[in-house]
């Protein structure tokens, strides 16, 4: 009986040293479980609700009445914006006394476009004209591909996804989730909106001589053109991809940074590593 028990504690004693030298292998090779940080205190709600609206409008900027993300303009121009512009003058003239229909031209000039804008409207100014003369305004098609319907609703519905499962205070996710829908609609019908697009606008002008003792023949004019403003966002779906998220993560960024610093996330990367 001595003898077996002997035995047990022998072997128990084994299993356990075994256990030891294992155990810390084991739990190195242990998968990590990643949770989501939560508020290190509890924060009033009033408070995080101030701090949520101060982050969602801070980061949101206005144009045609309507909202855009401010992130959308740092490089281009602002959906909704328009501009006009003088461009492609003309002051010409003929020497005296030129020989009567005797052509001079066409001369022509081209104006384009950056990849933020396209012409929508153009028009000639005659600023002053004598004899015989010919203008032309023409332009080319920008071709420009518009993001689709569908595409539209799969990247909001990407950035929807990614939204909940950051796991935000429900103040913020709230005024995200509206204001997100509300994004994609101004896009898709701002995008809808327009209806003409060029890239070049291109004008010539041809004189004719007056002819002997009638003086000159002479053209000085330009041409307007309104511009719109055409993001990448409303002509690719990765812009609008990379756009939407971009949002997201910067206006999450100024809440946490509005937040009292005793309530505000303890964590690094969005996570926390639970071994």
């Keep these: 009986m001595n003898k077996l028990n002997a035995n047990s ?17 084991l739990q190195a090779q242990s998968p990590q479980m990643r949770i989501p940080a939560q508020l290190t205190t509890a924060v009033n709600p009033a408070v995080e609700m101030a701090a949520a609206t101060a982050a ?31 461009v492609l003058f003309f002051t010409m003239f003929t ?26 409207n153009y028009q000639r100014v005659d600023k002053s004209a004598a004899g ?27 950035a929807h996804n990614y939204l909940l499962s950051l796991n935000l205070p429900k103040s913020l996710e709230a005024s995200l989730e509206v204001k997100l829908s509300d994004i994609v609609k101004n896009y898709s019908s701002a995008a809808q909106s327009i209806d003409t697009n060029r890239a070049v606008v291109q004008q010539g002008v041809t004189l004719w001589g007056a002819g002997a003792f009638n003086g000159r023949s002479w053209y000085d004019g330009y041409v307007n053109i309104t511009e719109t403003c055409c993001p990448p966002e409303i002509r690719d779906s ?6 939407l998220k971009t949002w997201i993560d ?6 946490f940074d509005r937040l009292p610093t005793s309530a505000r996330f303890n964590f690094a990367d969005d996570i926390k590593v639970v071994q």
């Design 238 to 243: 990765a812009a609008l991809k990379k756009m």
């Design 132 to 158: 015989k003369f010919m203008t032309t305004v023409s332009s080319q098609p920008a071709g420009f591909h518009f993001v689709s319907s569908s595409e539209y609703t799969n990247e909001y519905n990407a």
């Design 95 to 120: 020497g005296k006394n030129e020989a009567k229909n005797k052509q001079f031209g066409p001369f022509n000039a081209v104006e384009g476009v950056d990849t933020c804008w396209m012409i929508t």
């Design 56 to 86: 969602v409008n801070a980061n949101l900027v206005q144009a045609s009445g309507k909202i855009y993300p401010k992130t959308a303009s740092a490089s281009c121009c602002q959906l909704g914006e328009t501009r006009s512009r003088d």
């Design 250 to 255: 910067s206006t999450r960024k100024t809440y």
């Design 9 to 25: 504690i022998l072997a128990g004693c084994v299993a356990f040293a075994l256990w030891v030298s294992i155990a810390p292998g």
